[in-house]
């Protein structure tokens, strides 16, 4: 016969291992319980599975308390008949000296719930999306993006499975060694905002100190210098010319504009005034938080104009799905280092003075290549820290109060004369002619000699 809950009773006998394993496994969702002879409560459960489990029931309190029951293991791992028999009778002693098994482990249980539950909350990656989220997303930081890829590229697998309590100065210290073994800038950039976090964390008193206290930054990084000849900013022109556009567009203004990386990727549409040629940047989207007008040579007005293509299209400009901007610079860099090393190979002159490949560079070395190139054309410093929209001389004192002229047609004829040298350069180099292209060079220093009385001085 079957109780309330479909299970299956056998008649009370001793419980022994014949006894056990010559009881048959019930149909699928039924169960079947042998009781033993001799220890009350003591009882063997057969699933349909064909698991034989032996448990024992008691009772605390009264008869009309709710009986209990304990599981005491599976038959034959570990438990014996007999070792699951003197089981059962160990709990009934302790039942009798007031002890609640069945109890105590609900009771444990719940609170493992309860911890768990709060492990869950404080898990390092959780409250890491959460830190960017309302953080990076939420002031719209201008590095978004290159804090998402160190997030999820170096700081979260780092403390996988970890709490914000149980990331330690000596766990950090050790991942960011790990890092810095790949890339040591890798690692500053993980150090840099790794501490931005976990003050973000102590501000809201999510944890009670930063591990990243006293931590400095694991790499020291040298300020670069390095800026790009006349030369290799025409060989940088035709490279790029070899990609497909979006990117080919992408590169040529960086070397036109001088703006950031981040600024050119994310250029939208509705920014650019085509009939006066300006290109409105938008404080969310400039570093100093200030709107900034870009004038376009007719260089980079051509450009756009060849990216827009016949019909006018909302949202992103430099983008390959027509929605979101481009990513993946490291990637694009490589792409382009490799068409440069195609260009110099098809041009034996080049080859000569560069080698075949240019010097080590990054992509931000062709806005400092653009602001030396102005300088050495006489630009003045403020025209050009307006072209490259930084504060500078223009905001200081009482300069920076009542100064407000923000040097447009400057700019503009700034960026023309630079457009024309690069582009003019660029021809040259293409037909072969690299000493024009050096001897264009405005940043190339010449050493006269001038004599006096036929004195060389």
């Known amino acids: 016969m079957a109780d309330e809950r479909g299970v299956s009773r056998r008649s009370v006998t001793r419980i022994t291992k014949s006894s056990v394993e010559a009881l048959a496994v019930p149909p699928p969702g039924g169960r079947t319980v042998l009781w033993d002879a001799e220890v009350k409560g003591f009882g063997v459960r057969v699933s349909s599975g064909g698991d034989r489990t032996y448990v024992l029931r008691y009772q605390v309190g009264g008869r009309d308390e709710k009986q209990r029951q304990v599981t005491i293991g599976r038959h034959g791992s570990p438990f014996t008949a007999e070792q699951a028999r003197r089981r059962a009778l160990e709990i009934l002693t302790a039942v009798r000296s007031g002890s609640d098994p069945a109890g105590e482990r609900a009771s444990a249980q719940q609170a493992k719930a309860a911890e768990d539950d709060r492990r869950a909350e404080r898990m390092f990656d959780v409250l890491a999306d959460r830190w960017f989220d309302r953080h990076v997303k939420g002031n719209g930081l201008r590095s978004v993006k290159d804090v998402e890829g160190v997030l999820e590229r170096d700081i979260k697998p780092a403390f996988a499975g970890c709490t914000v309590d149980e990331v330690t100065k000596a766990k950090v210290t050790e991942a960011l060694e790990a890092v810095g073994e790949r890339s040591k800038a890798a690692a500053n950039k993980m150090h840099k905002w790794l501490r931005q976090m976990f003050n973000w964390f102590v501000e809201r008193g999510i944890v009670e100190h930063s591990p990243l206290d006293r931590v400095r ?105 027509g929605r979101v901007p481009i990513a993946g610079y490291s990637k694009l860099k490589i792409a382009l280092n490799e068409e440069i090393g195609s260009v110099l190979a098809g041009n034996p002159p080049a080859a000569l003075r560069l080698g075949t490949a240019l010097q080590p560079w990054v992509v931000h070395d062709l806005r400092r290549s653009l602001a030396t190139g102005c300088q050495s054309m006489g630009v003045p410093m403020e025209v050009t820290e307006a072209i490259l929209n930084q504060v500078g001389t223009r905001q200081a004192g009482v300069r920076g109060i009542y100064q407000l002229y923000d040097y447009f047609d400057e700019k503009a004829d700034a960026l023309q004369r630079w457009s024309d040298l690069v582009t003019t350069a660029a021809f040259e180099l293409a037909n072969g002619n690299i000493r024009a292209v050096i001897a264009m060079d405005p940043a190339r220093r010449s050493r006269t000699r001038r004599t006096t009385a036929g004195i060389a001085v």
């Open 217 to 321: 930054r694991p790499h020291a990084e040298p300020s670069r210098k390095r800026v790009l000849s006349l030369l290799e900013v025409a060989t940088v022109w035709l490279a790029a010319g070899e990609l497909p556009d979006p990117f080919r567009s992408f590169y040529r203004l960086l070397i036109l504009t001088g703006q950031r990386l981040r600024e050119v990727a994310g250029l939208q549409w509705a920014e650019l005034d085509f009939d006066s040629g300006e290109w409105l940047l938008p404080a969310e989207r400039t570093k100093n938080k200030n709107d900034h007008v870009v004038p376009l040579s007719n260089q980079a007005l051509t450009v756009l104009q060849v990216l827009r293509g016949d019909g006018t299209t909302p949202g992103a400009a430099i983008t390959t799905d």
